[in-house]
């Protein structure tokens, strides 16, 4: 299996911060690179694909960045509603895997 | 506005099966991958596996010996069964959307809320 690796695992940003979050693929998954929001109780949000294509209605404050097996996802300017847990997932093999997620919480 | 919604028992037994449906309204099932995904508390994302709208599956191998995925058209809903459950499977457990694009990029487009399932005597 292809183990995803995410840092930082949390991570305390304030309102207007730019911030990035880094994932790692233990091997090569080209671009084959998703990002997700997580709010407690809520559907999870689909954000990027393909490593940086910004789901349609993502605000482009979201970008995604990397290839091969370093990504970053980067949050320009945080709003309130961006405080939640973010994850990456390679989609290149099954099984299908995740990061194991990073935390942004308001400082 | 595709929209998904697990529903189930929200505690099982040790040793017997966890059953799940999701309905999906807003669109057909048709023409389409879905999936089980779940989260144990404090812990990471988990693909559990996926159905093709014509009932091809393919299964996460580490719970495969344990795992059905059905799909049933006619009813545009979806469902998982996992057996010999421990408490190990308690996690809240998501349906999604598996889209497949034309440029080769597969990625869980639409989630439902999640529901919770623990595994405790």
């Known amino acids: 299996d292809i183990q995803m690796t995410q840092s930082p695992s949390s991570l305390s940003a304030s309102v207007g911060d730019r911030v990035t979050i880094t994932c790692r693929a233990s091997q090569s998954i080209y671009n084959y690179l998703n990002w997700y929001q997580l709010k407690p109780g809520k559907a999870p949000k689909f954000l990027i694909f393909a490593a940086s294509s910004l789901q349609s209605g993502v605000p482009s404050r979201f970008s995604g960045s990397g290839s091969g097996t370093d990504f970053t996802l980067t949050i320009s300017s945080l709003q309130p509603e961006d405080f939640a847990t973010y994850h990456c997932q390679q989609s290149y093999s099954t099984p299908y895997t995740f990061g194991q997620g990073t935390k942004l919480e308001i400082k | 506005q595709v929209q998904l919604q697990e529903s189930g028992p929200g505690l099982v037994k040790p040793s017997e099966t966890l059953s799940l449906t999701c309905i999906v309204s807003?669109?057909?099932?048709?023409?389409?991958?879905w999936s089980w995904i779940r989260q144990p508390p404090g812990k990471g994302l988990e693909w559990i596996g996926y159905?093709?709208?014509?009932?091809?599956?393919n299964y996460n191998p580490s719970l495969k010996s344990r795992l059905t995925i059905s799909v049933d058209t006619s009813k545009n809903q979806l469902s998982l069964e996992l057996s010999s459950v421990t408490a190990a499977d308690t996690a809240v457990y998501y349906c999604?959307?598996?889209?497949?694009?034309?440029?080769?990029?597969?990625?869980?487009?639409?989630w439902g809320q999640g529901t919770l399932v623990t595994v405790s005597s």
């Open positions: 807003g669109g057909s099932i048709s023409g389409y991958y």
């Open positions: 999604a959307r598996l889209k497949s694009t034309v440029g080769g990029s597969k990625y869980f487009d639409y």
């Open positions: 159905i093709y709208y014509s009932g091809t599956t």
